[in-house]
C-alpha cells in the first residue's frame, strides 16, 4: 500500500511539473503574439528581432515537455484520465510551439513592410482581429489550468468571429492592392499576417478540443462553426 501511495504521489508531482511546463509555453506563446501585434503597428525593429531571437525558447521549451512526458509515461505507464493528462500536455505543446512560429512569421514580415517605407499601406486595420486572438489564448490557456469545459466551449465557439474579421480584412486588401499598383507587395504580406492571425485562432480552438477531451473523454461533437472563405494561404 506505501509503494502504491508512493508511485502515486511521484506521479502527481510530475504531472505537476508538466502542466507547468506547458503554462509557462503557454505564457511565452502569448507573450511573442502581443508583441509581435503590437509591433506590427509600431514597427520597431528591435523588437521585431527580439521576437524572432525569442523563438528559439519556445523550442526549447516544447522539446523539454516532450521529453518529460516520455519520461512520465515510460516510467508511470498511466491509463484513462491519467493518461490524457499526458497525452493532452504534448498535444497542446505542440500546438503552442507553433503558435510561436507564427508569431515570428508576423515579425518577419513586419520588418519586410518596415523597410519598404511605404506609408500609403492599405487603411485597414487589423489590430481588432489580432486582441480577440490574443483573449481566446488566454481564456484557453485559463481552461486548460482549471479543466473548465465551459470556457473552453466559449473559446471554441469565438473563432467564427475572427475568421468573419480575417474575411473582410482579406476583401479591403485585395481592394486597396487593385486601387493602386504600389501596395502590392506590402498588401501580399498583410494578406500573410492576417492569415497568421486567422490560424493562431484555430490553433486556440485546437487547445479548447484538448480541453474538452481532457475532461470529458471526447473532442466537441458537434462540428465547429467556420466563416472564413478566402484562399488556403499558410504563412510558415
Known amino acids: 500500500m506505501e509503494e502504491q501511495q508512493h508511485i502515486s504521489t511521484a506521479f502527481d508531482k510530475d504531472l505537476l511539473a508538466l502542466n507547468e511546463m506547458v503554462q509557462a509555453l503557454g505564457s511565452l506563446a502569448i507573450a511573442q503574439f502581443e508583441t509581435a501585434i503590437d509591433a506590427l503597428a509600431t514597427q520597431h525593429v528591435k523588437t521585431l528581432d527580439q521576437i524572432i531571437s525569442n523563438d528559439a525558447k519556445l523550442d526549447d521549451l516544447e522539446a523539454t515537455i ?12 498511466p491509463h484513462a484520465k491519467d493518461l490524457r493528462q ?24 513586419t520588418k519586410v513592410i518596415a523597410q519598404a517605407s511605404n506609408e500609403n499601406i492599405p487603411g485597414v486595420n487589423i489590430g481588432r482581429m489580432g486582441q480577440v486572438a490574443q483573449q481566446m489564448l488566454h481564456d484557453v490557456m485559463r481552461a ?35 486601387r493602386d499598383p504600389n501596395l502590392v507587395a506590402t498588401g501580399a504580406h498583410l494578406l500573410f499576417i492576417a492569415k497568421n492571425i486567422e490560424r493562431i485562432g484555430d490553433y486556440a480552438t485546437g487547445i479548447a478540443e484538448q480541453v474538452h477531451f481532457l475532461v470529458r473523454g471526447a473532442v466537441p461533437e458537434d462540428s465547429r462553426p467556420k466563416a472564413d472563405r478566402t484562399s488556403k494561404v499558410v504563412g510558415v
Open 86 to 109: 499526458v497525452l493532452v500536455a504534448l498535444k497542446i505543446a505542440t500546438i503552442l510551439e507553433r503558435t510561436g512560429d507564427y508569431a515570428r512569421n508576423i515579425a518577419n514580415r
Open 66 to 77: 516532450h521529453e518529460k512526458a516520455l519520461e512520465v509515461i515510460a516510467l508511470r505507464s
Open 144 to 178: 486548460y489550468d482549471q479543466h473548465d469545459v465551459d470556457l473552453a466551449l466559449a473559446v471554441w465557439r469565438r473563432d467564427i468571429e475572427v475568421d468573419h474579421m480575417h474575411t473582410a480584412f482579406y476583401k479591403e486588401v485585395l481592394a486597396s492592392m487593385a
